[in-house]
């Protein structure tokens, strides 16, 4: 089993739309969530931790289950300029090594 | 502006060549870099960590005469695919972590070997 699974989508949504995914991880041992974007053939880009309690940024919204073992990215009032690939990342320990789930493409239409 | 610089973001060479990736972290120092590798459509996959003044730790898999890796400073990782086939084509892309732990990602580079 893979340490970090996403749905790879793709998940295509008219603007203005909500959009949520998941991540699963395996390892209960796990400290650390981040959510980050990638565009096409570009680095990723940090676009926001993931706290016990759930965090907002803006229209973006993530949650933290670990009772069963995975974070969440909710989309609201969906721009064109989200369409990307976001990554979950979760980290172990406190040795900085993230692992990365291999993405869930969103597509937003006008 | 980027705090970690890779260089070259695009490299082309013949099956067989040595191929040199850097990475710097500009604004400061890092005392660990790490190397990933990343296929099309498929999770970045961690490949080493890179400690200055000592040995590259290699995931599993990966083959440390294959990629060399060296970290002589505090702001140079260098990343080097010896004797490249086409199945090493791929987006390299380092990170490097601060002193506050987050981690700074380079543009990646992209390599295809012919």
């Known amino acids: 089993r893979k340490e970090v699974e996403q749905d790879p989508g793709p998940f295509n949504v008219p603007e203005g739309a909500t959009v949520a995914f998941n991540c699963t991880y395996s390892n209960s041992a796990s400290q650390s969530f981040f959510w980050y974007r990638q565009d096409c053939r570009k680095e990723p880009k940090l676009l926001m931790s993931v706290y016990s309690s759930g965090n907002e940024d803006g229209r973006f919204t993530a949650q933290l289950n670990r009772a069963s073992q995975y974070i969440s990215l909710l989309i609201r009032d969906s721009k064109l300029s989200d369409s990307a690939t976001y990554l979950c990342a979760v980290r172990r320990s406190n040795d900085y090594k993230l692992s990365f789930g291999a993405g869930t493409t969103v597509t937003v239409r006008a | 502006g980027a705090v970690v610089s890779q260089h070259p973001s695009r490299v082309i060479c013949k099956s067989g060549t040595s191929v040199k990736i850097e990475c710097r972290s500009l604004?400061?120092?890092?005392?660990?870099m790490f190397w990933y590798r990343q296929f099309p459509k498929k999770s970045l996959m961690l490949m080493a960590t890179s400690n200055e003044g000592s040995k590259a730790t290699y995931e599993q898999g990966v083959e440390k005469d294959k990629f060399l890796i060296n970290h002589a400073s505090l702001t140079l990782s260098t990343l080097t695919v010896t004797s490249a086939h086409p199945e090493d084509s791929s987006f390299y892309i380092c990170s490097a972590s601060g002193n506050t732990g987050e981690l700074f990602f380079g543009e990646g580079s992209r390599l295809t070997v012919l």
């Open positions: 604004d400061f120092q890092a005392t660990t």
